[in-house]
C-alpha cells in the first residue's frame, strides 16, 4: 500500500526557520517531490529528491533519508508570502505506474509577523 | 508565459448536466495528467495519457472520460456530474527530468 504522513497544520514566524516533515510508506520508491501550493492555486515545484541527503535550493532545502522513509523541506528567512499548504510527493516504481506522483494532504503552513 | 493553461478556471455545472474542462499546453510534453483535488485534501489521480496511450486509474468512476486529440490539448468530460465531483480540478504535465508541471486549475461547482 501506499501512505504518506505529513503535519496538518504549522505555524511560524516571519524570519524564523521551519521544518515540515513527511514520512512515506510506499511499495516502491522513485524519487520525493515537495511542492507549493498557495490556497485556490496549483501546486508549483519546489523540489526533488532520489538520492539520500539534502538538496538546497535558495531559502529551501529538502533532505531524504530512503532507509527512514523520511524527508524535511526547510525554509529559511521566512517570508509572509511562504504562507501556503506544503505537499510531499513520492514517485512509485511499481511496473505501470513509474509516471504517477502519490500526494500527502499537506502541511498548511502559517506565517506570522 | 503560461505553459499549462486551463479553461475556465470557473465552472459552473447543474446536477447530471454534462460538462467539459479543458487543458492545453506549450512544453510539448508527452505525459498529461487529470487530478482531482478536494478542500483540505491531496490531489488525486484520475488517468494520464503517454503520448496517446491512456492510463486510467482503477478507482476513478466512469463518469469521468478523457480526450487527448494531440500533444498540446487534454480534456475531461464529466458526463453526469454529481453533488460529490464539485472540486478543483487539475491538469500537469511531465517533462523529460520527472518533474510535474500543473495549470492553475479549474473549479468545478454543481448546483
Known amino acids: 500500500g501506499q501512505n504518506i504522513d505529513q503535519p496538518t497544520e504549522m505555524t511560524a514566524t516571519e524570519g524564523a526557520i521551519v521544518q515540515i516533515n513527511c514520512t512515506y510508506q510506499?511499495?516502491?520508491?522513485?524519487?520525493l517531490f515537495w511542492y507549493q501550493q498557495h490556497a485556490g492555486e496549483a501546486p508549483t515545484f519546489l523540489s526533488y529528491?532520489?538520492?539520500?541527503g539534502l538538496e538546497e535550493k535558495g531559502r529551501f532545502s529538502s533532505f531524504l533519508s530512503r532507509s527512514k522513509g523520511y524527508s524535511y523541506l526547510l525554509l529559511k528567512e521566512l517570508q509572509m508570502k511562504d504562507s501556503a499548504s506544503y505537499l510531499c510527493?513520492?514517485?512509485?516504481?511499481?511496473?505501470?505506474?513509474?509516471?504517477?506522483?502519490?500526494f500527502g494532504t499537506g502541511t498548511l503552513l502559517a506565517v506570522q509577523p | 508565459d503560461a505553459m499549462v493553461i486551463q479553461n475556465p478556471r470557473y465552472q459552473v455545472t447543474q446536477f447530471g448536466k454534462p460538462v467539459t474542462l479543458s487543458c492545453s499546453q506549450t512544453?510539448?510534453?508527452?505525459?498529461m495528467y487529470w487530478y482531482q483535488q478536494k478542500s483540505s485534501q491531496a490531489p488525486k489521480l484520475l488517468f494520464h495519457?503517454?503520448?496517446?496511450?491512456?492510463?486510467n486509474e482503477a478507482d476513478t468512476p466512469d463518469n469521468f472520460q478523457s480526450r487527448r486529440p494531440n500533444t498540446s490539448f487534454c480534456f475531461l468530460d464529466i458526463r453526469s456530474p454529481g453533488l460529490g465531483d464539485a472540486a478543483m480540478y487539475l491538469c500537469?504535465?511531465?517533462?523529460?527530468?520527472?518533474?510535474?508541471?500543473f495549470g492553475p486549475g479549474t473549479r468545478l461547482t454543481v448546483l
Open positions: 500537469a504535465t511531465r517533462d523529460p527530468a520527472d518533474t510535474q508541471y
Open positions: 510506499t511499495s516502491g520508491f522513485n524519487g
Open positions: 529528491n532520489v538520492l539520500d
Open positions: 510527493a513520492v514517485r512509485s516504481s511499481l511496473r505501470g505506474a513509474t509516471n504517477k506522483l502519490i
Open positions: 512544453l510539448n510534453h508527452n505525459v
Open positions: 495519457y503517454y503520448d496517446k496511450d491512456f492510463n
